[in-house]
């Protein structure tokens, strides 16, 4: 037990003492999961809203393959972006291997699916009647699909919790991708990893809080905005 | 909402532009190297000094030592720097691998519960002892990863001419301080190098039982990797780093790593040395 209370007051001192490696560990978790997290919403809000509405032959199986991505385990995604992305693999000109962007990558393709599941979701909930009140009223197509899409975003800011929720805590594609390079992408769950296999439990724990202090913060924030709109 | 999305858009390309700037040219060196080496702390040490001397941006990476010369071999690196002569040596001769150069040593050390079911305290041939491990059936926990910790064991048990088993031996399939955790919760047996063992001294029951035998010494070397493993291979900044370690400065480092934290070193500098020395 005093490992934790020791790993509390660890964390409260390397915030307070604005600890360099805290920080650049921190901030390029932030930095990766956030920018994964965005491209993952572009891909993920259209997919999913053309998903909810179109009709087409094969759609239960594109939906039910989004399902299945929803838990793509990040460890499979690692290997596979690894491999695309060795000096010898089709993507090896790029060079970027063992970057942020190679997390940045990786870390899309996981939340990806994700924002599109649960934005087909949020805008299937939407009552057709609805659409077609809209259509009635003589909207456009690209109309009607902006209005539903406005008329889902608050279910949809769980889109983000989860998508980011899911990457910034996902160790397997980074420590893969990213060889938890000191400075460069060290992240918060491979610094995690790292610390404890140096046997520096304290130090561990107190990421280990940081992460979910931060993971918190970033939901709260997001569910004052979704609670406080409804 | 139009103006959210541009800034967005303007984001993402700032970080793909500023990712691809710091991407490895020929000023990028990857050294692909075991766990031991960055759960000492010693690359943390040695890798920024490399750097700010060469000019080169080194890109560490600690995995198993099987997976380091892996990676190695397919042009995944430039630079080795690993402990598993014998593996090592068959890369060399495959012509993988050249320059094979040894760099520094420390030791292995078998521990176990204090109440030493199988009586080896104080032995010294750590095959006498691995098979009285084996007679008395007492636990034993194995790396199995194909590290370099886990490769010297094999051998051990090879020259005590033991095919260790269920239910006695365990495979943890993990790194060195997770095993030396399973180890200390199932009393169990284990070898461990030493600066491992320093580093989680504090939460381990475990006791040294077997050291200062020659067949447990741990050295390191650094090899430089043929540049027709693969279509990028920066010889050159290899050859730099592999040099650099043998540098007497570096030696130096290396000699007094650990003095701080545990009250001795961790490694012992051996440049110039051949395995015959040893």
Redesign the interface.
């Known amino acids: 037990m005093d490992v934790l209370v020791d790993g509390a007051r660890q964390a409260v001192a390397l915030l307070v003492s604005g600890d360099a490696e805290v920080l650049s560990v921190l901030w390029t978790s932030l930095?990766v999961s956030g920018?994964a997290t965005?491209?993952a919403?572009?891909l993920g809000i259209p997919a999913g809203a053309a998903l909810a509405l179109a009709r087409f032959p094969g759609r239960t199986l594109v939906v039910s393959a989004v399902n299945t991505g929803m838990g793509l385990p990040p460890v499979v995604v690692g290997l596979f972006v690894t491999i695309l992305l060795?000096?010898?693999g089709p993507l090896?000109a790029?060079?970027?291997?063992?970057?942020?962007?190679a997390i940045?990558i990786a870390q899309a393709v996981i939340a990806a699916p994700i924002v599109t599941g649960i934005t087909l979701a949020a805008v299937q909930n939407v009552p057709a009647a609805f659409r077609l009140q809209l259509v009635g009223l003589g909207a456009s197509r690209t109309q009607m699909v902006w209005v539903v899409l406005r008329e889902a975003r608050l279910p949809m800011l769980a889109a983000i919790m989860a998508g980011f929720g899911g990457v910034i805590s996902e160790i397997g594609a980074s420590m893969m991708v990213g060889?938890?390079?000191?400075g460069?992408t060290r992240t918060l769950t491979t610094a995690m990893v790292?610390e404890?296999?140096?046997?520096?439990?304290d130090v561990a724990i107190a990421l280990s809080i940081l992460l979910l202090v931060l993971v918190f913060a970033i939901n709260w924030a997001l569910t004052a905005v979704q609670q406080r709109r409804r | 909402m139009r103006r959210s999305l541009s800034i967005v858009v303007a984001l993402v390309l700032s970080v793909a532009v500023t990712a691809s700037a710091q991407g490895p040219g020929s000023k990028t060196v990857i050294l692909s190297t075991t766990t031991s080496t960055q759960d000492s702390g010693l690359l943390d040490v040695l890798l920024p000094l490399f750097e700010k001397q060469s000019g080169y941006t080194v890109k560490g990476i600690s995995v198993g030592t099987g997976q380091a010369l892996a990676l190695a071999a397919r042009g995944e690196a430039d630079v080795t720097l690993a402990h598993a002569p014998a593996v090592e040596k068959k890369y060399v001769a495959e012509g993988k691998m050249h320059n094979r150069r040894l760099v520094m040593y420390n030791d292995f050390l078998v521990i176990g519960p204090e109440a030493d079911p199988a009586k080896i305290r104080g032995d010294r041939s750590v095959v006498a002892a691995l098979k009285k491990i084996a007679q008395t059936g007492a636990r034993f926990v194995s790396r199995g990863d194909k590290s370099g910790t886990h490769v010297l064991e094999q051998n051990l048990w090879k020259a005590a001419d033991l095919t260790p088993a269920a239910p006695w031996y365990i495979e943890s399939g993990q790194g060195m301080g997770a095993t030396l955790g399973i180890a200390n919760d199932r009393q169990a047996y284990t070898l461990s190098d030493r600066a491992t063992m320093l580093a989680f001294s504090r939460r381990l029951a475990l006791k040294p039982m077997v050291e200062g035998d020659k067949l447990l010494l741990n050295i390191y070397s650094v090899m430089e990797v043929n540049p027709a493993n693969g279509p990028k291979v920066n010889t050159a900044g290899g050859k730099a780093f592999a040099d650099w370690m043998l540098s007497p400065e570096t030696q130096a480092v290396i000699k007094t790593f650990g003095v701080d934290k545990y009250g001795q070193p961790l490694f012992v500098p051996i440049a110039g040395k051949k395995d015959e020395d040893f």
């Open positions: 930095k920018t965005l491209i919403l572009l060795w000096r010898s090896g790029l060079e970027i291997l063992y970057t942020p962007t940045v060889g938890n390079i000191k460069e790292l404890t296999g140096k046997g520096n439990f």
